[in-house]
């Protein structure tokens, strides 16, 4: 976005839902970071997290805004993918959009493979591997220690600490071409 100034639409998830709130101030950090002017938001609204939702808005702001859009911003995966559908429906190459979604859930790991959209994993499972070591630390005392390879697998950005922080917080794992299959193959 340095280089050159582009036009994005966001598809936002639930108004006033602290996933909303959180990827929103995330998207609005992101564009300011691109610098002042150098990208427009033509359009902001909630899909639900719906990819179904997600398609026929999509559709109306390809008319509305023919020729205009260069990036879309899905809050979450599914609503990124409804995009995707709706860019293919109008004929429009996927390719000519900077497509971005949030989950890695396996249709978007797809995605990325075919080189329509980026992602970012969220890790539920590591989510709820170390949930479990926080209320097991909560419940047998300062003597436990985490069973969970989280805490290795994670080891750089994430630290035990004796299970006494207020927030844990797993690491977000960019989707790549390189790493999109090993991780399809993780949930076999």
Known sequence: CKNRKVNVVIIEGPKGGSGEIQRGKGNDKAIAECGAGQVTVLERKTANWSRAEA?????????KHRGKINGVIGQNDEMALGAI???????????DFAIAGVDGVSDAIHAVQAGEMVSILQDAKGQMQGSIDVALRAVKGESYQPQSDIWKQYAKDLKWEGGTQKHYYIPWTVVTAENAQSLLDARK
């Open 55 to 63: 398609q026929p808005l999509m559709e109306n702001w390809l008319q």
């Open 85 to 95: 559908e709706a860019i293919k429906g109008a004929g429009l190459n996927v390719k």
